[in-house]
């Protein structure tokens, strides 16, 4: 099998390939939605202008063949750690020169792009002896990036409590003058979590930041004081991976979903592990946030990739259909509500508007060969994405099997004779 996710130039005839005329229009041709309908959509500015029946829409401008493909909502990555990803194999520690974090922070991002994630937020440790210079790497990195997909920067300092937490303070306040959109933190880490809290709190409210906190804990109580502390603010607030929710009694886990379901709390959940690699080293890795518990709950939760063949696991695929597929497999989401995590609930968790393959919403698209999501989560290797209403990224896999099989599949036909 093989399988490429460059992006490459249009190619006439064929299902996925371009035929390119003069308009700047691009109509995709022959996709199936996830309610079954068969149909044409015609993209232009950025946005879907238009959807109607297979054949009835104009071929005017570029087409893409999408016969034998499902038409969905691009994903988004809502937790990822770009600046050290792709350093599993690295001999020795790896290196956080500003060009080798601005060049695994692309490569990551690529990655998830070819995936079909056309948005991404990165958390990126700031302080220490490293200071803002991976951050910057970050920022730059976004930068080239921009029209092939959208990346978000969270500030993560380290500490912001007591005589150590002022510097951090102040780093993070230059954080968000650099550039970074969203302000992060692991509070389990600081001496005082509630005083990391507050202050990060304090510190998005002066600058009107989300905030997006890493707390895995099962300490019922914290999870419940951090969700009073950052409950209604705007423009919200994300958790994550709570992944210590699944280690509680079902009953107090209720009540603590409860508790963020009313303080309007996101939970970004990983169902691949959680990214410190802490569960690795033991002789086995946690289930992820109770997902269906916390949905009936009222809770937005999101999904998200997490570490990427980096110190804390040295595989991962960038996925969000990965991520989706594993909620759905762990019985903690239908096929469709698994995927809604990884598309509808991470756009909103970044902030990003709703996307619909309905006429006036974003062309953020991702078609997947398949009929059904199910079967897309399952085995989904061709792929075409499409972002700010063109195709970005393509990937295409074909098996093949060789000769033996023939017979192989010719024996059990002549037995039954």
Do not use: W
Not at 69 to 89: F, G, K, N, V, W
């Amino acid at each position: 099998m093989s399988d490429s996710s460059s992006p490459q130039p249009g190619k006439p005839g064929g299902a996925g390939r371009y035929a390119r005329p003069e308009s700047g229009a691009l109509v995709l041709c022959g996709a199936r939605l996830a309610d079954g309908r068969t149909v044409d959509v015609r993209l232009g500015g950025g946005r879907i202008e238009a959807v109607g029946t297979a054949g009835s829409l104009a071929p005017q401008g570029a087409r893409v063949d999408l016969a034998g493909y499902l038409l969905l909502p691009a994903p988004a990555e809502p937790h990822a750690h770009c600046d050290t990803a792709l350093t599993a194999d690295a001999d020795g520690p790896a290196s956080d020169s500003a060009e080798d974090v601005q060049r695994r922070t692309t490569e990551a991002a690529l990655l998830q792009l070819g995936h079909g994630a056309t948005a991404s937020r990165s958390h990126v440790r700031i302080g220490g002896v490293q200071g803002l210079r991976a951050l910057e790497s970050v920022l730059q990195a976004r930068r080239a990036l921009r029209g092939l997909a959208d990346l978000a920067a969270v500030a993560v300092p380290r500490v912001l409590t007591g005589a150590a937490g002022a510097n951090g303070v102040a780093m993070l306040r230059d954080a968000v003058k650099m550039g970074a959109t969203v302000i992060g933190g692991c509070p389990d880490l600081d001496p005082d979590p509630a005083g990391y809290v507050e202050t990060v709190l304090e510190v998005a409210g002066e600058h009107g930041c989300p905030v997006d906190l890493h707390t895995d804990g099962d300490d019922p109580a914290r999870l419940a004081r951090f969700a009073a502390m950052c409950g209604g603010l705007r423009p919200g607030v994300a958790i994550g991976p709570c992944a210590g929710m699944a280690r509680m009694p079902r009953s107090v886990a209720a009540r603590v979903a409860e508790q963020l379901a009313a303080a309007d709390v996101t939970v970004v959940c990983l169902p691949q592990g959680d990214c410190t690699g802490l569960e690795r080293n033991g002789t086995r890795v946690s289930r992820p946030a109770p997902v269906r518990l916390l949905r009936a709950a009222g809770v937005r939760v999101a999904a998200g990739s997490g570490a990427l063949r980096d110190a804390a696991n040295p595989v991962g695929r960038g996925d969000p259909l990965e991520a989706a597929y594993l909620l759905a497999s762990l019985g903690e989401a239908t096929p469709e509500a698994a995927y809604e995590t990884v598309s509808s609930a991470a756009r909103a968790t970044l902030g990003l508007p709703e996307v619909r393959v309905e006429a006036g919403f974003p062309a953020e698209l991702l078609a997947v060969r398949g009929e059904r999501i199910a079967g897309v989560l399952s085995l989904a290797y061709s792929r075409i994405v499409v972002h700010r209403g063109r195709v970005v990224a393509r990937t295409s896999a074909v098996r093949e099997y060789c000769d033996s099989v023939d017979v192989a599949l010719e024996l059990p036909r002549q037995s039954q004779r």
